[in-house]
């Protein structure tokens, strides 16, 4: 069984900082990209926010670029997003996703349980 733990979320004010954390766990040989979605209240739709591959390449979204950061460890099991410069419409549930993660029994997509960000004054 694979987990991805997220933490790091919070209430942070205009312009303000957070780092989110995501943590994979369990019994994995590897994992191939890894990607933060953000969801917000009453749409459906996640939207992708950044991800990065196994060996660095990263990705972001219009909406953050320039302003989020995303960086794997050298584990390459644990990312992080720092993020800056937030504003009121960053607001949403940040959850960690692995879409290839090659187990024992073969290689499966995995989803964390999703940590909150409120930006507000």
């Known amino acids: 069984q694979v987990q991805l733990a997220e933490s790091g979320g919070g209430l942070v004010q205009p312009g303000g900082s957070l780092r989110l954390y995501c943590v994979a766990e369990?019994?994995?040989?590897?994992?191939?990209?890894m990607v933060w979605y953000r969801q917000t209240p009453g749409n459906q739709r996640r939207e992708l926010v950044a991800?990065?591959?196994?060996?660095?390449?990263?990705n972001y979204s219009d909406s953050v670029k320039g302003r989020f950061t995303i960086s794997r460890d050298n584990s390459k099991t644990a990312i992080t997003l720092q993020m800056n410069s937030l504003n009121p419409e960053d607001t949403a549930v940040y959850s960690c996703?692995?879409?290839?993660?090659?187990?024992?029994?073969?290689?499966?997509?995995?989803w964390g349980q999703g940590t909150q960000v409120t930006v507000s004054s």
């Open positions: 996703n692995a879409p290839g993660v090659l187990t024992p029994t073969g290689i499966r997509a995995f």
């Open positions: 369990g019994r994995i040989n590897s994992i191939k990209d």
């Open positions: 991800s990065i591959t196994r060996d660095g390449t990263t």
